[in-house]
């Protein structure tokens, strides 16, 4: 025991994490099902996070408690046999450590106190260290690896840039982007210094979490697909690539893999993939077949079944599930996943024949 290396005690600690098929499929090696993990699995359609939210008192003090957000990160992997845990906490977690306060009314969306309109706003945005400023974002990562005890890796995420600055302009959600989308064509070099700020938080966010345990990493562009193609390279992908490009690829002796997820964004995937992240998330607009001949010897994907489809049947449920997985094909490089997050008004029960039929239909697809 002695005589261990730094390097063998390295590739031990790797080996300790026992189911191992999402980092597999991710970087597309083998796997003998495919893995699955569902946007939003801790969520409103679980009675036990409910539960644990009224405990909280609202949705920010649970992000704000490593032990509630550890709790509510494990309960889905208590009911499915889900191949990863995603950290429970929110993308809006950077702008309210800028200053900007976010809230979060009773059936409403998120929304801010303060929101960005000028270059000065701008121009004093503080830069963050996720270390200091979210440093209960960073300790929840740490709990949860620990909880989790090796037995499915922990996925750790952002916002995009511009998915960010959308919420930040707009001061919360919105139908048409007015206030953001007129921001970028009237100040264009203003909403490139915001961009510039978010980017450097996220990548150093993103590394904390890293550092802290997440062994894969999503980044949510959840608003990129509303821009004009030149707008989307310019103002997101743009600013994706170069936080991809700073990112510790490498941790506990194991590759970190990146998943790049553009909602609408499957007419730019050719794009998409020269950021070089390890992974694309597909909504259920794009067949993951096109996926696949598009962009397949050079990035996993992650996809792509209509969360709307779990208001259905168990048997419409088990068809879907089939229709993607010959869709997609044999072989490796497939994580299965929601198009999106899914909604709270679905029954707890149709997620298992989800995950269950991912990991019975899928075999056949692998040797
Ligand atoms: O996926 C997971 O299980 C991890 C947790 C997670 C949440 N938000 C929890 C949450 C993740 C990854 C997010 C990301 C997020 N947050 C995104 C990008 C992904 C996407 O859905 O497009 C966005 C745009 C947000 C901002 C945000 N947070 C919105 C628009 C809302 C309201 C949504 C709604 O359905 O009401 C939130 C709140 C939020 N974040 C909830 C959860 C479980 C619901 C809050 C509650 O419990 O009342």
New binding site residues.
């Given amino acids: 025991m002695f005589s261990t290396t730094y390097n063998e005690f390295v590739q031990g600690m790797s080996i300790v994490l026992k189911n191992d098929r999402l980092l597999r499929a991710l970087t597309r090696q083998n796997v003998d099902v495919t893995p699955v993990w569902?946007?939003?699995?801790?969520?409103?359609y679980l009675p036990e996070?409910r539960a644990t939210?009224s405990r909280a008192g609202d949705?920010m003090s649970?992000c704000q408690s490593p032990e509630l957000a550890c709790e509510v990160?494990l309960q889905p992997l208590r009911r499915y046999a889900f191949d990863a845990a995603?950290?429970?906490?929110?993308?809006?977690t950077i702008p309210d450590a800028m200053g900007l306060g976010l809230f979060?009314e009773a059936g409403e969306?998120?929304r801010f106190r303060k929101v960005i309109r000028t270059r000065s706003d701008v121009e004093k945005l503080p830069a963050i260290s996720a270390k200091s400023d979210l440093s209960y974002v960073i300790d929840a990562v740490s709990l949860i690896r620990r909880e989790l005890d090796g037995s499915v890796p922990l996925i750790g995420?952002s916002?995009s840039p511009w998915?960010l600055a959308t919420?930040m302009i707009e001061g919360g959600?919105s139908k048409d982007f007015r206030q953001a989308k007129a921001f970028l064509y009237t100040e264009p070099e203003v909403m490139h210094l915001l961009l510039s700020k978010l980017a450097d938080a996220v990548t150093d966010y993103l590394n904390a979490q890293i550092v802290a345990g997440a062994q894969a990493v999503?980044i949510?562009d959840?608003?990129g697909g509303i821009l004009s193609t030149p707008n989307y390279l310019d103002f997101s992908l743009s600013y994706m690539k170069k936080i991809v490009s700073k990112l510790i690829k490498e941790h506990e002796g194991r590759a970190v893999p990146v998943i790049l997820f553009t909602?609408n964004g499957g007419q730019w995937l050719e794009q998409i993939a020269t950021a070089e992240a390890d992974a694309v998330g597909l909504d259920w607009t794009t067949e993951i077949s096109s996926g696949r001949e598009r962009i397949g010897s050079v990035c996993a994907l992650q996809g792509n079944m209509d969360p709307s489809i779990l208001y259905s049947s168990p048997s419409v449920i088990r068809r879907e599930v089939e229709r993607i997985l010959a869709n997609f094909g044999k072989g490796n490089g497939h994580v299965f996943n929601l198009g999106?997050?899914i909604?709270?008004e679905v029954n707890p029960d149709h997620v298992s024949v989800f995950v269950d039929a991912v990991h019975e239909i899928s075999a056949q697809y692998h040797t």
Wanted: hydrophobic share 40%.
């Fill in positions: 569902m946007m939003r699995q801790a969520g409103r996070y939210r949705f649970l990160t995603i950290l429970f906490s929110d993308i809006l979060f969306g998120p995420f916002g998915t919420y959600g999503q949510f959840t608003w909602k999106h997050g909604t709270p």
